[in-house]
């Protein structure tokens, strides 16, 4: 049994979890429009983190660290998310049966901009050194594991990890995960047409496109439960579309498969899952093929919700940040509605949380979709399931 | 029912030769790059795919190692989700990323393409090998500093044992300003090599 | 006119990969999506892309490209009454 020990959210919401929920369930968003040249030529709205903030609270942490080289922003970001989870649990992250995996897709790119050239060496860029970094301020003795696979990064690494605890490889599994808004991907996304004019509106009949937003989450997952009142992994797979390298596939087909083969190994049927945080990037393309997706496996009645609208597109950390999201919405049996949501606007007739609702909440679902024809989901609960329908 | 692993098929591209099981099967004249040689190894296959010019030159090094590998054996027998892909290298994908960057340093000259950017993402050649050969299992894509056979065994293995897949590409696929090297397998419960750590990297140090 | 369709082919197939493609193979009055030359979505962007760099217009909308880039010919005819 995989069980969800401590998690950690670093948004424009605020540096932990709980501060992150707090926000989220007053409705409030982290979009705004900027306009620095640095990122765009022109105004954009995106979720970013403040950096004189983070600088201050990364100084702060490294008075109880060793560590003295110095770090990027997004390692900052990495690094205290990872301090801040650590914190809630009992796990030594110095042992080798404790193992790091980041989630990211394009960690440090901002060092490829001439504006940042000589600010460290030349190879930092690379994923992996930022992985090295993570695992030498913490003195973890394994080499951090990096896995970098577009917008479902941060599903499909929690799904590892629970294969990591499952098979006996590690006891303990810190998923971790950041990207950072870089004029990188911002004008690639801009040359895709795909963002939004304001603050994203998933699932909803005028929505334009998505927001981009950065932001680090932590996850750390045992194979031993801290406590009597734990959440549990079940289970998670991912699928590919095999249809187009951008464009989400018309019949939703690889979602579809991922959300099934979860289904089907952790033993539920779909009246078993009492809430959906779905990807809802409020790209036209993307929302429609969930819904189809979502419908294939009979769970258009759930309630679900997206958290774009309130943190943008965080990429790699996407994944963490909504699972750990759906933790908290979990412990405290409340969903969070879907902000930007007004008017229904895909063709199959989804469950959208358009205000938070109390609920129980025994087992619930995330899913993820990106670039390259990739789509993950995962299923996580509040008990032990022994028997295929044993949920109530 | 076996519940053991092989490797039945690998495919290593290296040094502007492609060999398959050990033998080589394409050598290209001159070593002029990895467009080039990409080129001349496609049009060696003759496979009349025109996405392929479109790829960049990582995704175009992947699917050739892909196409070879797979142009010897037969998919058929496995559902198309019963196949899964998981690839790994070093310098994810560095080289499109500067092509990215250089269309957006100037403000002077500010174009980004869409068709370079979808490229920045290491998987986009895990959706390529996908459309081309209709596979839809699971993905997974590691960056990890040098050739790491552990990560990459012990991802497909799990996945096997959790019966989420039967057959399996997995390897290596990396490729830098200056050089460029691909290791694809194939991995199924068919008796072949085992697959284990010790294996897969015999087989990536032997040629 | 003429020569904004010969222009316009050469740097179409340069900037959209279209390997053994020549210029005389690309027929002006056909369709350059579906059926015709096999372009996709990444295509028409990169289309736009291609009228903002090599001729300075902007397409405002991105819903008008499907008739800008019905054929090289609406192409060039847009490029004609566009270009300052």
């Given at each position: 049994m995989v069980h969800f020990l401590a998690d950690n959210i670093i948004s424009s919401l605020g540096i932990t979890t709980s501060e992150n929920f707090s926000s989220l369930l007053s409705g409030e968003v982290g979009i705004r429009t900027i306009y620095d040249k640095k990122y765009y030529p022109e105004p954009f709205p995106v979720s970013m983190i403040d950096e004189v903030s983070l600088e201050h609270e990364y100084n702060k942490l490294t008075l109880n660290y060793s560590y003295e080289g110095s770090t990027t922003k997004l390692e900052k970001m990495i690094i205290l998310s990872v301090a801040d989870a650590l914190k809630n649990t009992k796990i030594d992250i110095r042992s080798r049966r404790t193992a790091i995996i980041v989630s990211t897709t394009k960690g440090n790119i901002d060092l490829l901009d001439p504006a940042k050239k000589g600010c460290f060496e030349s190879d930092r860029v690379l994923l992996w050194k930022a992985g090295n970094i993570i695992s030498r301020f913490f003195a973890n003795p394994n080499k951090t594991i990096v896995l970098s696979n577009a917008c479902v990064s941060g599903v499909v690494a929690i799904n590892t990890a629970a294969m990591y605890i499952n098979s006996g490889l590690y006891d303990n599994v810190v998923v971790t995960g950041a990207d950072i808004v870089s004029r990188f991907v911002v004008s690639g996304f801009m040359s895709f047409l795909s963002l939004s004019q304001g603050a994203c509106k998933p699932f909803d009949m005028n929505r334009d496109g998505l927001s981009l937003g950065e932001a680090a989450a932590t996850v750390i997952m045992s194979n031993k439960s801290e406590s009597n009142s734990s959440i549990v992994y079940l289970s998670g797979a991912s699928a590919n579309d095999a249809n187009h390298i951008s464009g989400p596939s018309r019949t939703g087909e690889g979602s579809a498969i991922a959300i099934k083969k979860a289904m089907i190994e952790a033993g539920i049927t779909a009246k078993d899952i009492d809430h959906i945080s779905a990807h809802g990037t409020a790209t036209p393309y993307n929302d429609e093929m969930e819904s189809i997706a979502i419908t294939r496996n009979n769970l258009q009645d759930v309630p679900l919700n997206s958290l774009k609208g309130y943190l943008g597109h965080t990429l790699g950390a996407a994944g963490l940040v909504e699972t750990a999201v759906l933790l908290e919405e979990m412990r405290r049996n409340i969903m969070l509605k879907t902000a930007g949501f007004e008017e229904h606007g895909v063709s199959k007739p989804l469950n959208v949380l358009r205000q938070n609702e109390s609920k129980e909440l025994n087992c619930c679902m995330k899913m993820a979709s990106g670039f390259g024809g990739s789509n993950a989901a995962l299923i996580i609960s509040k008990q032990e399931i022994n028997e295929p329908g044993a949920i109530r | 029912m076996n519940r053991e692993l092989y490797v039945n098929n690998y495919c290593i591209v290296r040094?502007?030769?492609?060999?398959?099981?050990?033998?080589?099967?394409?050598?290209?004249?001159?070593?002029?790059?990895?467009?080039?040689?990409?080129?001349?190894?496609?049009?060696?296959?003759?496979?009349?795919?025109?996405?392929?010019?479109?790829?960049?030159?990582?995704?175009?090094?992947?699917?050739?190692a892909s196409e070879y590998l797979l142009n010897y054996i037969s998919i058929d027998e496995y559902k198309n989700d019963e196949i899964s892909i998981i690839l790994s290298n070093s310098h994810s994908t560095l080289v499109t990323d500067t092509n990215h960057q250089n269309t957006i340093s100037d403000p002077e000259s500010f174009f980004p393409s869409p068709s370079v950017f979808v490229y920045t993402l290491p998987n986009i050649m895990i959706g390529e090998i996908s459309i081309r050969n209709g596979i839809k299992g699971e993905n997974a894509f590691f960056i990890v500093e040098k050739f790491n056979p552990e990560i990459i065994v012990n991802h497909i293995n799990n996945l096997f044992l959790t019966n989420k897949s039967r057959a399996f590409i997995g390897g290596w696929v990396n490729h830098t300003e200056t050089d460029y090297e691909a290791f694809l397998y194939f991995v199924t419960d068919k008796k072949a090599l085992p697959h284990n750590r010790q294996v897969i990297n015999n087989l990536y140090n032997n040629l | 006119m003429e020569e904004i369709i010969e222009k316009l082919k050469v740097q179409i197939i340069e900037q959209l990969n279209l390997e053994d493609m020549e210029p005389e193979d690309i027929d002006a009055d056909e369709p350059l999506f579906g059926e015709g030359l096999g372009l996709d979505s990444i295509d028409a962007l990169e289309l736009i892309v291609l009228l903002e760099k090599e001729y300075g217009i902007k397409i405002q909308n991105p819903k008008d490209g499907q008739k800008i880039f019905y054929s090289v010919k609406t192409m060039a005819e847009f490029i004609s009454a566009n270009q300052k």
């Open positions: - | 040094d502007h030769r492609i060999y398959v099981n050990g033998k080589l099967c394409f050598e290209s004249p001159v070593s002029n790059g990895l467009r080039e040689f990409a080129k001349a190894a496609y049009r060696n296959l003759a496979p009349n795919y025109n996405k392929f010019f479109k790829m960049d030159e990582i995704s175009k090094l992947g699917f050739i | -």
